[in-house]
């Protein structure tokens, strides 16, 4: 971590002079200024008095002050109205320029001293601590900390000048403690090395420096309390540093231990084991160089290491110069086992605490830290120094400390031991670095609640019993989530892993409709999957959706957007369970533990998961959190997608149906009866399409054709190919110009669209099968590209398919289509379909075009039937690709619906094609439509005559609901609609045809040209 620069001509810290009694001794009880019932060296209050207010401060980016509490208000004075809004420079003591801390790789932390103006004007010189952290709203800001209120100061500074004189009282400590550090063996040890014991000494009376205050914490937290150094970190082992110079054995503050503890009790454990040799290559107990036994100073001046056991305090302070010495383990010893006493087993208790691998941290009424033990520093990366005295949330800003210090909270106001809900990691962690944290009250001799105690878990290596769980539920193929795309299985699926390997009952409850942001209330949910076990002992998912009280854990679930384990006997629960029909049943099935996991994917949210136990008498830890975490994510990913494609699907059909025909037109020529059926699959709606197009002349054309893909994009494409052969069929074309025309238009689109998208379905590999059924001569003109061929089914029970000549899919590019005609018995069954209709999966394709064949080969009395049988014949699964059907039956025209006559090319017979026109109308019983008629066939006569070429033909064909006009001749000019002017003698023939009659136009072929009018007959 880096260093704060130091002021200019500063210290790092200010020596404040130690307190002197009046008559100018120093206090033997109180020695360097220390106070009763704080530990030696250390500037504030000990474990049995309150810390004062913490002095913090937050300034923003931009360098300015946004947060300055009680704490920073009593060390330098300013009210938080003098300093909020305004720039942190004005703290700063004349002359200590800001300086840029150097270049790093993530500057989250920086730590130094600096010199800030104190309100009165004078300066101070504070050890200060900078945390880079964001809030849970997204802004970036510094947490400044220092030490305690105003001790801070004086900490440092004690550590100073602790430092300046240890140089030269070094020499003369090792001098004095080397002649006198084999008397003040311990007893009980003395007599193991063939020593006179001193007398028994008395224990510490109440006030005493080695007794800890009436007030304070039980023996263990102070015992625990002991085990840190002068500067609040754990004392280092002998490994890390030497021994203190020799002091008393009742806890000279000069040992660094606290008072009534031995020296030993301080420091970690020797790492020689009992008779082995120590450093140096002495046993042991033995001598040391320089004659000096283990335990008393070595050549160096420093202590060779120190005992684990110390004997009882002595009843004042020990005559200057002496020092505990004990062996570095005790080994046999001649008079049995080792005494066992209050202070030996605070020692091992301060032993405990300090060396144990989990995390200790203990936080007093107000949820401030008192004390750290070394395993918590190096997690959080934070000396003890740096946390005592804030809170959780003040040194480690993140949500999780948030939950934990309302945890604590929570057991402060009760009492009971409570699991934190979600695992203690540093600032930024992973969920992977959290450590499952339990908290504990700590109670005085009268029962009060004093203290709490944060434990958390090492977390070196997860149990195997764990890790074999969640192989089973993460990896088990049996226990996939989201295989479908089905909402309710995927949320059934997630019950049925949980079920009973993670939890005694679990259910999903959902929104009705996904919330794009977090909900700031409760929501209606209904409940869509559940399973128990065993099976039956719950209640099912019901269709009404239900609303749960704000205070419920499911509510909660949803506005915070974070799991949480929850004891159903957690008195922040006592109003939902006395409200709520939900948590009735709970109790009644005798739930002891729940766990509300949130569904959330893509920034929405999708409902919450409840995960229950009742017969499982062990509750919920945070590893069953994360996993049931694991799971819902799971689910909450497939429930999305579901959604998702659910929409699209819906949005896709609509689209789909609004492009398909919705009724089919009157026409004479044919009986038809259609289906269409969307893909059953993952994929989607494709793009199949069929149309049924009335032509001139009683003609009808038929259209099936299938878009490579599927989604809104093959729907769009199909959309544009079927307006575009209604279109061209409008102008009469053939089958095989009609599809040249249709391949020229799938190129251009797709050299439209593949410069804008690159996934745009084009229409490319499209494929089409155009045939135009006449029922006047019963012949069928057909032509396909790329599309399967139409199968026909004869009255007299043949099938067989069409002889239409195989033409390339659409958008190739540059390749024939070619027409075949085909004459058709009255009744012929046609059936025109895609290739959706012969995926086999079960068969191969020869056994479904047989099935095919022997359907068409014995029809239903209807074709609806004939269509449903078809399909339920052809299908034994859902379909994996669209299929569009589409059956016909062929009618023929009465030749008695039918005048034709043949006409000279003489001006003349305009006269004859009338009369002839008004017997044929009459004959017919249409005699209303005779003179409209005249009119009619008067202009297309005179035109075929003036314009045309020989021979003329004049047809009339009368339907049920139609009169058609036909006039052919063998020229291959068109005739154009014009708008006459007022003086105009020419132009208004065809004007008033159009306006005479429902529609007109204009039929070629390769030889001659014929125009057509249609009357409706009412």
């Known amino acids: 971590m880096e260093r704060l620069p130091t002021s200019p001509g500063e210290h790092p810290g200010t020596a404040q002079p130690s307190p002197v009694p009046a008559d100018g001794r120093p206090d033997p009880a109180h020695p360097s200024g220390t106070a009763p019932g704080d530990r030696p060296g250390t500037a504030g209050p000990g474990p049995g008095r309150p810390l004062p207010p913490a002095a913090t401060a937050v300034i923003s980016e931009q360098g300015v002050v946004t947060g300055w509490s009680e704490g920073a208000r009593r060390l330098l004075g300013y009210a938080p109205a003098d300093v909020m809004g305004r720039p942190a420079t004005g703290l700063l003591a004349q002359g200590a320029a800001p300086v840029a801390p150097a270049a790093a790789a993530s500057p989250q932390d920086l730590s130094g001293t600096l010199a800030l103006r104190h309100r ?45 004189a240890s140089g030269e ?26 020593e006179a014991a001193p007398a028994a000494a008395t224990p510490p009376q109440d006030g005493a420096p080695g007794a800890p205050a009436p007030d304070g914490p039980a023996p263990a937290v102070a015992a625990a309390a002991a085990a840190a150094g002068d500067d609040g970190t754990p004392a280092a082992g002998p490994s890390d540093r030497g021994a203190p110079p020799g002091g008393p054995a009742g806890g000279d503050p000069a040992d660094g231990g606290p008072p009534g503890v031995a020296p030993g009790a301080a420091q970690r454990a020797p790492e020689h084991p009992a008779g082995a040799e120590a450093a140096g290559g002495h046993p042991a107990g033995g001598e040391a160089a320089g004659g000096h036994p283990a335990g008393a100073e070595a050549a160096g001046g420093d202590a060779a290491g120190a005992a684990p056991y110390a004997g009882p305090p002595t009843d004042g302070p020990p005559a200057a110069g002496t020092a505990a010495a004990a062996p570095s383990h005790p080994g046999p010893r001649a008079g049995g086992a080792p005494p066992i006493g209050s202070a030996t087993d605070e020692a091992l208790a301060a032993r405990a605490f300090a060396q144990s691998p989990c995390m200790f941290a203990v936080f007093d009424a107000d949820l401030r830290l008192l004390r750290a033990n070394a395993a918590m520093e190096h997690v959080l990366s934070l000396p003890e120094a740096r946390m005592r005295g804030l809170r959780l949330t003040e040194f480690l800003p993140d949500p999780v400390s948030e939950e934990t210090e309302r945890t604590m909270s929570l057991v402060l106001r009760t009492g009971r031991p409570q699991q934190a809900p979600t695992a203690l990691r540093p600032t930024g962690g992973s969920a992977e670095a959290g450590r499952p944290a339990t908290v504990t009250p700590l109670r005085d001799d009268d029962g009060g609640i004093r203290a709490v105690c944060l434990a958390a878990h090492a977390r070196t290596e997860e149990p195997e019993h764990h890790l074999t769980r969640q192989r089973m539920l993460l990896e088990d193929p049996g226990a996939g989530i989201g295989t479908t795309l089905d909402l309710e299985r995927t949320a059934q699926e997630l019950t ?141 990913t497939g429930i999305h997608n579901a959604r998702r494609f659910t929409r699209e699907r819906t949005t896709t059909m609509t689209l789909q149906r609004s492009l398909l025909p919705h009724t089919l037109p009157e026409q004479p020529a044919l009986d038809i009866a259609t289906r269409y059926l969307p893909a059953g699959s993952e994929a989607g709606v494709g793009g199949d399409w069929f149309d049924v197009i009335p032509l001139s002349g009683a003609r009808v054309a038929l259209v099936v054709g299938d878009v490579v893909g599927h989604g809104i994009r093959a729907s769009a494409t199909m959309g544009r190919l079927r307006t575009a052969v209604r279109t061209l069929a409008d102008v009469d074309l053939p089958p095989d110009e009609l599809l040249t025309r249709l391949d020229d238009l799938v190129l251009h689109l797709s050299t439209d669209e593949s410069s804008t998208s690159a996934d745009a379905t084009t229409g490319i590999g499209t494929t089409c099968l155009y045939a135009i059924y006449d029922p006047i001569s019963r012949e069928l003109t057909h032509a396909r590209a790329g599309h399967p061929p139409p199968a026909a089914a004869t009255p007299d029970g043949g099938v067989y398919f069409l002889d239409t000549p195989a033409g390339p899919p659409l958008g190739l590019g540059g390749l024939p289509f070619e027409t075949s005609t085909t004459t058709l018995a009255e009744g012929t069954l046609l059936a025109f379909y895609t290739n959706g209709l012969l995926n086999p999966r079960e068969t191969d394709i ?107 033909r004049l047809r009339l064909i009368h339907t049920d609901t139609t009169l058609t006009t036909e006039v052919t001749d063998h020229s291959s000019t068109s005739p154009h609609l014009r708008h006459a002017h007022t003086y105009d003698e020419n132009g208004r023939g065809l004007y008033l045809i159009a306006q005479l009659t429902q529609r007109w136009g204009t039929r070629h072929t390769p030889t001659s040209k014929t125009i057509w009018t249609e009357q409706t007959l009412l």
């Open 120 to 164: 009165d004007g004078h300066d101070l010189a504070l050890p200060l601590t900078a945390t880079r952290r964001t809030t849970t709203s997204g802004i970036t800001e510094w947490l400044v900390t220092t030490a305690s209120g105003d001790a801070a100061a004086s900490e440092d500074a004690g550590a100073t000048e602790a430092a300046e």
């Open 169 to 194: 009282a070094e020499a003369n400590e090792a001098a004095a403690a080397s002649g006198e550090a084999e008397a003040a063996a311990v007893p009980g040890d003395a007599a193991a090395y063939g």
């Open 496 to 636: 049925d892993a949980a079920v009973p390997r993670l939890a005694d009952s679990a259910a999903v409850d959902l929104c009705e409709t996904p919330r794009h942001s977090r909900p700031t209330g409760p929501l209606p949910l209904r409940r869509t999957a559940y399973r128990s076990h065993p099976p039956g002992t719950g209640p099912p998912a019901g269709p009404d959706p239900v609303t749960h009280p704000a205070h419920s854990p499911l509510t909660l679930c949803l506005t915070t957007g974070r799991s949480a384990v929850y004891r159903m006997d957690d008195p922040s629960l006592a109003q939902w369970r006395a409200g709520d029909p939900a948590a009735a049943r709970l109790d009644r099935a005798g739930t002891h533990t729940l766990m509300a996991v949130p569904l959330l994917m893509a920034g929405s949210t999708l409902g919450v998961a409840l995960f229950t136990r009742d017969r499982n008498p062990h509750p919920f830890t945070p590893d069953d959190l994360q996993l049931a975490e694991q799971l819902t994510h799971r689910a909450a």
């Open 846 to 952: 020869d056994q479904t075009l047989d099935t095919l064949f022997t359907a068409l080969a014995h029809p239903s009395s209807g074709l609806e039937a004939t269509c449903d049988r078809i399909l339920t014949t052809l299908l034994t699964h859902p379909p994996t690709d669209d299929i569009a059907l589409l059956i016909a039956r062929t009618r023929t025209l009465h030749p008695h619906h039918v005048a034709t006559w043949a006409l000279p090319h003489d001006p003349a017979v305009v006269t004859e094609a009338r009369r002839r026109t008004t017997e044929q109308l009459t004959g017919w019983g249409l005699a209303e439509a005779a003179f409209i008629t005249e009119l009619i066939v008067s202009e297309l006569v005179t035109n075929a005559i003036r314009y045309g070429k020989p021979p003329i």
